[in-house]
């Protein structure tokens, strides 16, 4: 099993920056892809990025391609999610979450994180 723990969500204005990292414990990190998600109150959680095993390859939901960066650091057991170019709409709690494979837009992930918040004040 794998343990995740989000951390560097807040309160930003609008056109800010919040980088958000997500600490593993447990199993060899490098084991499992990493995603990020979000949830807005009244709304279904969704994808935000997948990061491969190695950091090669990535995937982004089009609501935040050319806004976002997710990325790992193996060697450290943590994963990031860098957000620039902060609206409005990208107000919501972000959990991370760590599968054995490569899920693309799909919620079914094996471990998860207890999520953060992250407000963007227009």
């Known amino acids: 099993q794998v343990q995740l723990v989000e951390s560097g969500g807040g309160l930003v204005q609008a056109g800010g920056s919040l980088r958000l990292s997500c600490a593993a414990s447990?199993?060899?990190?490098?084991?499992?892809?990493m995603g990020w998600f979000r949830q807005a109150p009244g709304k279904e959680r969704e994808f935000v990025a997948v990061?491969?095993?190695?950091?090669?390859?990535?995937y982004y939901a089009d609501s935040v391609k050319g806004r976002f960066t997710i990325s790992r650091d193996n060697a450290k057991n943590t994963g990031y999610l860098q957000m620039n170019s902060l609206k409005p709409e990208d107000t919501a709690v972000y959990y991370c979450?760590?599968?054995?494979?490569?899920?693309?837009?799909?919620?079914?992930?094996?471990?998860w994180g207890q999520g953060t918040q992250v407000t963007v004040s227009s």
């Open positions: 447990g199993r060899t990190f490098s084991s499992y892809t």
């Open positions: 990061i491969g095993w190695s950091g090669q390859d990535t």
């Open positions: 979450a760590a599968d054995s494979r490569l899920r693309i837009g799909s919620t079914r992930y094996d471990y």
